[in-house]
T-cell receptor
Framework: GNSVTQMEGPVTLSEEAFLTINCTYT??????LFWYVQYPGEGLQLLLK?????DKGSNKGFEATYRKETTSFHLEKGSVQVSDSAVYFC?????????????FGQGTILTVHP | EAGVAQSPRYKIIEKRQSVAFWCNPI?????LYWYQQILGQGPKLLIQ????????DSQLPKDRFSAERLKGVDSTLKIQPAKLEDSAVYLC??????????????FGPGTRLTVL
């Protein structure tokens, strides 16, 4: 079955540091890949997505590239801000009878200090 | 545009009691999902509706959980009777395109259930 594995957390960084959150997946077929973010006290919201191999999703300075050969979708940001503190979830959606169903990783808590 | 609405936001019950959660998706969204998010874990799909029909309920504990989406709009998720391990946040999400695909899912704020 489908599965998503995220790097162990939590992650604590100083403002303007470089961020990488690792995500690898197992899926049948050709899944779409997503990063969702959950800010304190708010609901889950889509951060970025990629629908095919070598696609790069980007939003708010965050980027992730769909790597089929390594089954990875690592999230990166060159310079984090305090406002980026949140929980980040990697997820995939594949075809079949549950087309659209999201399978999530366990989440990575990011804390950014001034 | 109004987002996905859920109620109640918080619920505390004792084990073996019943509870129901309500979700109103974004207008026009054909697909509706219920996820369970246990503390420290990612959300797990419980059930997926396409209009008022069930697409996937393979992860729904059908001996105690039930869900319906009458008229293809609002949805209700019920637990009867609740167990301690049902303590979690229950998230409702909706998406525009039939069966979701790679289209964005919009999530509600969730209902935090505590079972004592």
């Amino acid at each position: 079955g489908n599965s998503v594995t995220q790097m162990e957390g939590p992650v604590t960084l100083s403002e303007e540091a470089f961020l990488t959150i690792n995500c690898t997946y197992t899926a049948t077929g050709y899944p779409s890949l997503f990063w969702y973010v959950q800010y304190p006290g708010e609901g889950l919201q889509l951060l970025l997505k990629a629908t095919k191999a070598d696609d790069k999703g980007s939003n708010k300075g965050f980027e992730a590239t769909y790597r089929k050969e390594t089954t990875s979708f690592h999230l990166e940001k060159g310079s984090v801000q305090v406002s980026d503190s949140a929980v980040y979830f990697c997820a995939l959606s594949s075809g079949g009878t549950s087309y659209g169903k999201l399978t999530f990783g366990q989440g990575t808590i990011l804390t950014v200090h001034p | 545009e109004a987002g996905v609405a859920q109620s109640p936001r918080y619920k505390i019950i004792e084990k073996r009691q019943s509870v129901a959660f309500w979700c109103n998706p974004i207008s026009g969204h054909a697909t509706l999902y219920w996820y369970q998010q246990i503390l420290g874990q990612g959300p797990k799909l419980l059930i997926q509706f396409q209009n008022n029909g069930v697409v996937d309920d393979s992860q729904l504990p059908k001996d105690r959980f039930s869900a319906e989406r009458l008229k293809g709009v609002d949805s209700t998720l019920k637990i009867q009777p609740a167990k301690l391990e049902d303590s979690a946040v229950y998230l409702c999400a909706s998406s525009l395109s039939p069966a979701g695909g790679a289209s964005e899912q919009f999530f509600g704020p969730g209902t935090r259930l505590t079972v004592l």
